[in-house]
């Protein structure tokens, strides 16, 4: 049988590079597939950026590109009422096109584009989804969160930055249907399309191995006290084996870890900083000018606090910001960078 990858990126115009990179880190990694179909879910991308986008991917055989307007889906998602994300609704897209694709096989692997795919995906095409809607890696976000959100301590609580849709259950199951009724009902979300899907799903979600969605604060701060400071407990986390397992190749990394700066942010000190430069460099954005990663308070206290002193007030910051229903405003603001970034 033939191996068939079906991907899905979204971004606006802003994020274009960011996905590229993304892009070209999955091709150059996956040369064995037979076909790789990549379905761009674009929000006003200009016409300099899509050419540019068909060069990144032209080089490879295996691959096709197929653009897909998302103006019907935003102006959707304002007649639903859906709560934007800092002004946007980028992040949703993807719950409303999903319904509308045409795939050779039953499913289709969203990456969000704070990604890079550091090896092959051959295991993502055979996964047994055992009935569920979607397969998700768990985020290794504050415990406390769950709560917020009307979940249980020990429920597992996903990530969304990667995303193994179900894509012939999805059309079965009407899900399209029932994420309009929800939206419409809620959807004012402190992590927006992610909290949604974890309430939404709950018992509909095949776990994924950490390999898929390996985020970078586990390279950014101490990997125990990660685990510890943020009560991530082995009945309902990963266990620290498995994520020494693939700590030195995981599959997809996913870059939320921000505080010494975006990984392709000029006078960034992100932990792959490096990895990101070498897909950059294969894009036709390689010379272009990057933003200026900021050095600022949360960076200097990364810097001179000792690891275990570090984490205290990283707790402190992101139990303000997503563990608790009434958050001290002051300390969001000055501590915002020490919780992951929301990508597109």
Same mark, same amino acid.
């Given at each position: =049988?033939?191996?068939?990858?079906?991907?899905?990126?979204?971004?606006?115009?802003?994020?274009?590079?960011?996905?590229?990179?993304?892009?070209? $880190?999955?091709?150059?990694?996956?040369?064995?597939?037979?076909?790789?179909?990549?379905?761009?879910?674009?929000?006003?991308?200009?016409?300099?950026?899509?050419?540019?986008?068909?060069?990144?991917?032209?080089?490879?055989?295996?691959?096709?590109?197929?653009?897909?307007?998302?103006?019907?889906?935003?102006?959707?998602?304002?007649?639903?009422?859906?709560?934007?994300?800092?002004?946007?609704?980028?992040?949703?897209?993807?719950?409303?096109?999903?319904?509308?694709?045409?795939?050779?096989?039953?499913?289709?692997?969203?990456?969000?584009?704070?990604?890079?795919?550091?090896?092959?995906?051959?295991?993502?095409?055979?996964?047994?989804?055992?009935?569920?809607?979607?397969?998700?890696?768990?985020?290794?976000?504050?415990?406390?969160?769950?709560e917020t959100i009307g979940l249980k301590p020990t429920d597992g609580y996903y990530n969304c930055g990667v995303m193994l849709f179900n894509h012939k259950?999805?059309?079965?199951? /009407?899900?399209?249907?029932?994420?309009?009724?929800?939206?419409?009902?809620?959807?004012?979300?402190?992590?927006?399309?992610?909290?949604?899907?974890?309430?939404?799903?709950?018992?509909?979600?095949?776990?994924?191995? $950490?390999?898929?969605?390996?985020?970078?604060?586990?390279?950014?701060?101490?990997?125990?006290?990660?685990?510890?400071?943020?009560?991530?407990?082995?009945?309902?986390?990963?266990?620290?084996?498995?994520? =020494?397992?693939?700590?030195?190749?995981?599959?997809?990394?996913?870059?939320?870890? /921000?505080?010494?700066?975006?990984?392709?942010?000029? /006078?960034?000190?992100?932990?792959?900083?490096?990895?990101?430069?070498?897909?950059?460099? =294969?894009?036709?954005?390689?010379?272009?000018?990057?933003?200026?990663?900021?050095?600022?308070?949360?960076?200097?206290?990364?810097?001179?606090?000792?690891?275990?002193?570090?984490?205290?007030?990283?707790?402190?910051?992101?139990?303000?910001?997503?563990?608790?229903?009434?958050?001290?405003?002051?300390?969001?603001?000055?501590?915002?960078?020490?919780?992951?970034?929301?990508?597109?």
């Amino acid at each position: =049988m033939q191996k068939i990858l079906n991907i899905l990126h979204q971004s606006n115009d802003t994020y274009t590079m960011v996905c590229a990179t993304s892009i070209v $880190s999955l091709l150059e990694n996956n040369r064995t597939l037979d076909e790789i179909n990549i379905y761009y879910l674009g929000y006003k991308i200009s016409a300099q950026n899509r050419q540019w986008l068909e060069e990144t991917t032209a080089p490879y055989e295996n691959t096709k590109l197929y653009f897909i307007n998302a103006d019907k889906y935003h102006r959707q998602l304002e007649e639903l009422g859906v709560s934007s994300w800092r002004g946007l609704y980028v992040t949703w897209l993807k719950l409303l096109a999903i319904n509308d694709l045409q795939l050779k096989t039953d499913r289709i692997l969203y990456v969000n584009a704070h990604t890079i795919v550091n090896a092959a995906l051959d295991g993502l095409i055979d996964v047994d989804f055992e009935g569920n809607v979607l397969g998700l890696s768990y985020d290794c976000l504050l415990n406390d969160h769950k709560e917020t959100i009307g979940l249980k301590p020990t429920d597992g609580y996903y990530n969304c930055g990667v995303m193994l849709f179900n894509h012939k259950k999805w059309l079965e199951d /009407g899900i399209d249907s029932e994420i309009r009724t929800q939206l419409k009902k809620k959807s004012d979300y402190l992590i927006v399309d992610q909290d949604f899907c974890n309430v939404l799903f709950r018992d509909r979600i095949k776990l994924l191995d $950490s390999t898929y969605n390996f985020s970078s604060a586990y390279y950014g701060y101490n990997l125990k006290g990660l685990l510890k400071t943020n009560n991530l407990q082995s009945s309902y986390f990963y266990t620290y084996e498995n994520l =020494m397992a693939n700590y030195y190749a995981p599959k997809i990394i996913h870059s939320l870890f /921000g505080i010494t700066g975006k990984p392709w942010e000029h /006078g960034t000190k992100h932990p792959q900083r490096q990895l990101w430069r070498k897909y950059i460099d =294969m894009t036709p954005w390689k010379d272009t000018e990057m933003p200026q990663a900021h050095y600022n308070i949360n960076w200097l206290l990364y810097d001179i606090l000792p690891q275990r002193l570090f984490l205290v007030v990283y707790k402190i910051a992101v139990k303000s910001k997503y563990g608790q229903k009434k958050r001290n405003k002051l300390i969001v603001i000055i501590l915002d960078k020490f919780t992951p970034q929301k990508g597109t």
